[in-house]
């Protein structure tokens, strides 16, 4: 297996889908901070459903998928360039989580949850909607409703993500869009529904990908187009982390400075150190080019 993102369209109908399988991606994330078993599984599927809605979307930027709740998970953040790159974190409480079972539903871990999803174009102003989450939802659900709400498109998504404490980690999903048509085409999109419904989540992870289009679409005309490879990378870089040091005010950095004798930050994402001393943070605050090292 490999990392794929998979588009395909119907001949016979205008019903458009994307099929994604996560590999070394999933694993990149993974690997970077150590996720509770019954985490992993919500970022796997977050993960998938990001790929298949930017491919959807399709517009030259950044998307961000963020979760907060009040309860065992506070925050949730998942990124897709239109470069098919990806990067992904979370925050939790660790004593709260240890009381769930990896079965436990999104919304018993957030609590109290909001969910948005925002479009950062290379060029132009971000845009962000904030999705409606009800008790009891999937992360396949909620998406679906975003998507019949703001884009006011008929959507269906089909998750799946390894078990968790599995040795192959992997996450995968597929989406089925019925687009816009001069007349009612409900029929076919339905009869194409119908056919994905029976999809299993094993097929998903385990199988290529066009063998898992070929078994449940034989019958009908599909055209794939030549897939593309998401791939895990963090846009951090010493430049940007210096710029958020600038954003705070200087006594407070000076704080930081005289009790730990540098300013030390660490990404979220990849995990990879900054450190900063009073030569660096001086500088900085002067306007002059930060060179120090990354650590």
């Not at 030259?60 to 907060?68: E, K, N, P, R, V």
């Not at 998750?159 to 687009?179: F, T, V």
């Not at 200087?250 to 300013?263: F, S, T, Y």
């Amino acid at each position: 297996m490999k990392d794929i993102l998979e588009r395909f369209l119907f001949d016979q109908a205008p019903v458009r889908g994307e099929l994604v399988q996560l590999d070394a991606t999933y694993k990149e994330v993974l690997a970077r901070h150590q996720y509770p078993l019954v985490l992993q599984r919500i970022i796997g599927e977050l993960m998938a459903a990001s790929a298949l809605l930017s491919a959807m979307l399709k517009f030259d930027g950044t998307l961000i998928m963020q979760m907060h709740g009040t309860g065992a998970v506070q925050l949730i953040v998942i990124e897709f360039t239109s470069d098919r790159t990806m990067r992904a974190t979370a925050r939790w409480d660790a004593e709260k989580i240890q009381t769930y079972g990896p079965g436990s539903s999104l919304a018993e871990l957030l609590g109290r949850g909001r969910f948005m999803i925002t479009l950062d174009p290379t060029v132009g102003e971000a845009y962000q909607g904030v999705v409606g989450m009800e008790r009891g939802q999937s992360v396949a659900q909620i998406i679906e409703h975003y998507m019949a709400t703001s884009e006011q498109l008929e959507t269906r998504l089909w998750l799946a993500c390894s078990e968790p404490g599995s040795d192959n980690k992997m996450a995968a999903g597929m989406m089925l869009q019925k687009m816009p048509a001069q007349s009612d085409e409900t029929q076919s999109y339905e009869h194409l529904v119908t056919l994905a419904e029976t999809v299993k989540p094993e097929e998903l992870l385990e199988l290529p990908a066009r063998e898992v289009l070929y078994r449940l679409f034989h019958e009908d005309s599909v055209r794939v187009f030549d897939p593309t490879t998401p791939r895990f990378a963090c846009s951090c870089s010493r430049h940007r982390v210096a710029g958020m040091i600038k954003l705070m005010e200087r006594d407070e950095v000076d704080e930081v400075l005289a009790e730990r004798g540098n300013v030390h930050i660490v990404c979220d994402f990849c995990g990879k150190e900054y450190e900063f001393d009073a030569v660096d943070i001086g500088a900085l605050y002067a306007g002059s080019p930060e060179t120090g090292s990354v650590h």
